[in-house]
């Protein structure tokens, strides 16, 4: 079998995405030759590789085997281009960080900014994504290093702390709510909502507790950035939930009320995933170590 790493890759990119049109945009190729060569990978093995419907696609069983392969190939790869550029005049490379919503807006901008300006020859590709894809994610090898909420199940994954926060309310001054005690989550869902896009990992969770709760999220408006949840919520839109962090700092200069969540998973203790210390490349091992500083 010819397989090359560009084959490697773009096969990843498809089964990550789920798409061959988003996995061929990931990795920079023409839909028509990442079809030709996903195509020519089916012929040459002789056995279907993806399963194609509708909704995307996903590995037959013969796919499976080859994306753990591929992984297994592309972290060699990626390892020996590593090793080798200290011969070069010193380390360059790129590491993989996934994070839930919490971690990368308020506290890896800090931390990866630091790191970065520190290691002008490396690069990290971040992708948002909720705690429990994140745990999975790394210990197939799709990520370096993740970043997930304290709560969730890591398996055989190897951990670390890094920061605790905790999940608040935020009200306009004169809301129902402002002044209150803790409530619970469950009260939250009485009133209109402020949130983040569909697509953010908290606003994914949020909907999923108010699913358990059996009741609806009252969604009024959806923004990019707890910061602009905040100036919403300072409208009087509705109520917002969002990280200690973000409404102690709004609060200093925007009419808010910040009200404690009663819930236990409004605590927030984030740690370090990683498949194994042994198994990280140097920089990917110097990322981590940053990170706990």
């Known amino acids: 079998m010819r397989f090359d790493l560009t084959d490697m ?5 498809v089964v990550d995405e789920g798409s061959i049109t988003a996995g061929a945009q990931k990795s920079a190729l023409a839909l028509a030759a990442a079809s030709t060569r996903i195509r020519n990978m089916e012929t040459t093995l002789g056995a279907a590789l993806l399963t194609r419907s509708r909704q995307g696609v996903t590995p037959t069983a013969a796919g499976r085997m080859l994306l753990k392969h591929a992984r297994t190939m592309l972290g060699q790869a990626a390892r020996m281009r590593e090793d080798l550029s200290a011969f070069a005049g010193g ?8 994070a ?12 990866l900014g630091a790191f970065l300006a ?5 690069s990290v590709d971040l992708e948002e994504r ?3 894809e994140i745990v999975g994610l790394i210990a197939e090898g799709v990520g370096d290093v993740g970043i997930v909420a304290g709560t969730v199940e890591v398996g055989a994954l190897q951990t670390y702390p890094f920061r605790e926060d905790r999940f608040v309310v935020v009200t306009a001054a004169g809301h129902p709510l402002a002044g209150r005690g803790p409530v619970s989550f469950g009260e939250v869902l009485a009133y209109d909502v ?5 697509s953010a990992s908290l606003q994914r969770f949020l909907t999923a507790k108010a699913a358990r709760e059996g009741r609806p999220l009252k969604l009024r408006v959806q923004l990019r950035s707890f910061d602009a949840v905040c100036r919403m919520v300072e409208a009087g839109v509705g109520v917002g939930v969002v990280p200690q962090t973000t409404a102690r700092r709004a609060a200093m200069t925007m009419k808010l009320a910040v009200i404690d969540l009663a819930d236990d998973w409004a605590l927030r203790e984030l740690t370090i995933v990683v498949r194994a ?9 110097e990322l981590v170590d940053a990170l706990r500083a």
Do not use: I, K, Q, W
């Open 130 to 132: 909720l705690s429990d």
């Open 9 to 13: 890759r773009l096969f990843c990119d």
């Open 277 to 285: 210390e042994a198994d990280l490349r140097p920089y990917a091992r």
């Open 91 to 98: 380390m360059s490379g790129e590491v993989r960080l996934l």
């Open 194 to 198: 402020v949130g983040l896009e569909r």
């Open 100 to 111: 839930n919503t919490n971690a990368l807006t308020e506290f890896l901008p800090e931390a």
């Open 118 to 122: 520190a290691h002008p020859h490396l």
